[in-house]
């Protein structure tokens, strides 16, 4: 059995709300309900979310039809729970897709695949993630789904992302990520230091599509526990997977595969990004790609 989990627990703060539950299909749809309509076809039968408790009742009723096609979970990403000997101090932001991850480690016992839910990752991404995690299972490697980092950019403001080092073998080498990247003049670039940085359009990027062995969650805890002795008393620090991942990789201790995506990808970073979002998914359902309503309660 392979899972797909869901990280819906972010608060939204550049898009100004519950993204992960705005309705931007053509029947009221979430960007969610897509994820795991495709997860489902692509052979996924188990979802697992992790949600803030702040939405448990949002959300009890809207993965209702999700139960009758799949084993359907949901945890809480709890700030206070934390590693042992950690004191928790007062947060407004969640502590980070890392926490979110480490959230689910008793309700994962399988190889699963992690993504973004204000993410459309397209068809074909599951399809490739399935296959992944049946190769994770055989011999407990991770894989990075990628996308060209020039098909990941909004019109409407900077991004944060994940640019990896890929070896002529296919495994990953570095992970750096990049903020405050947009299209600038012609160019594509990253504001460092007062100074702009040129990235190339074809560098591959992580937009959180992962596939993981479950021992990853041990990699991680201990991983989380060193950053909260870093940065711990830092109330707006967050510690995100591509940080985390590039970082075992250094030490050798997991591989992660490059693999890349045919997309299409597209997202609700950034308020604007909703209407480009909307009409895209019309496009979709017009084309027949997916049926009206998406899912059947």
């Not at 819906?8 to 309900?33: H, N």
């Not at 700030?79 to 947060?91: D, I, K, N, T």
């Not at 007062?194 to 990027?205: E, F, I, K, P, T």
């Not at 050798?252 to 995506?261: E, F, K, L, M, Y």
């Amino acid at each position: 059995m392979s899972t797909l989990l869901v990280m819906a627990a972010g608060l939204g703060s550049r898009y100004g709300g519950l993204k992960q539950l705005d309705r931007v299909g053509p029947d009221g749809e979430t960007l969610i309900e897509y994820a795991v309509f495709d997860a489902r076809r692509a052979g996924f039968t188990r979802v697992v979310f992790v949600i803030r408790e702040e939405i448990a009742d949002a959300f009890t009723s809207f993965i209702r039809p999700f139960r009758a096609a799949l084993d359907v979970t949901c945890v809480y990403q709890d700030p206070s729970r934390l590693p042992a000997g950690f004191q928790p101090r007062p947060r407004s932001v969640p502590w980070g897709t890392v926490h979110a991850v480490l959230a689910a480690r008793g309700a994962v016992e399988s190889p699963f695949a992690t993504i973004n839910a204000d993410d459309f990752y397209g068809a074909a991404a599951y399809r490739i993630a399935l296959a992944r995690c049946e190769i994770a299972r055989v011999d407990a490697t991770g894989s990075a789904v990628l996308l060209p980092l020039e098909r990941t950019l909004s019109e409407h403001g900077p991004v944060v992302r994940a640019v990896c080092r890929v070896g002529g073998d296919g495994w990953i080498d570095d992970i750096q990520e990049v903020h405050g990247i947009r299209r600038t003049e012609g160019t594509i670039a990253a504001a460092t230091d007062g100074r702009l940085r040129r990235l190339d359009g074809q560098a591959r990027v992580s937009m959180n599509l992962w596939v993981f062995p479950p021992v990853v969650f041990e990699w991680l805890d201990g991983w989380f526990a060193e950053f909260l002795r870093r940065s711990g008393d830092d109330p707006r620090a967050e510690a995100g997977l591509p940080q985390a991942i590039g970082d075992l990789i250094a030490r050798g201790a997991i591989r992660v595969r490059a693999v890349d995506s045919p997309g299409p990808w597209f997202g609700l970073t950034h308020a604007a990004d909703r209407p480009q979002v909307v009409a895209a998914l019309r496009e979709f359902h017009e084309r027949g790609e997916y049926p009206t309503p998406l899912w059947v309660s």
